[in-house]
């Protein structure tokens, strides 16, 4: 095969893959297409079985070593609410002590409690003294 169709082959099939559900298996044959062609235009002129069994080594092998690791760092991270304690929240609102308001944490709005002796203010500094279910119990910083 010639390097332009190892690189047509390549696009297609990295394109196939950002229009697929995906699962990160079409971009290392792609990939693999890719570099074949590079590799044919620079100069390595192989026999065609030759160039097929590149391609197929070159897709599996990149396969085995590159997906999983793709997948895990794409992979959206848990977050527990344990893991807030001691985060700082910004109130969006006064609230009164021993009150119930709204903060900000982590961009998201969160019920809040008011656990201090004085008011919380709107944009002041506090931070997560414990989380009881899904709400956000504050002391000011």
Known sequence: MTWWLWLVFGLTLTG???????GFYLIFFGLSALLIGTLQLMGLQAQVWVQWFLFTALSVG?????RNPLLKALRPQEVSVDQLVGEIA????????G?????ELRGAAWNARNEHHGPLHKG?????RRVDELMLILIPE
């Not at 196939?16 to 995906?22: C, D, F, N, T």
């Not at 990149?62 to 590159?66: G, N, V």
């Not at 002041?124 to 997560?128: A, E, F, T």
């Open 16 to 22: 196939l893959e950002l229009v697929s559900a995906g």
């Open 62 to 66: 990149l396969l085995a070593l590159f």
């Open 90 to 97: 910004i109130p969006i609102e006064d609230i009164a002590a």
């Open 99 to 103: 009150s119930v308001g709204k903060a």
């Open 124 to 128: 002041q500094r506090c931070r997560v």
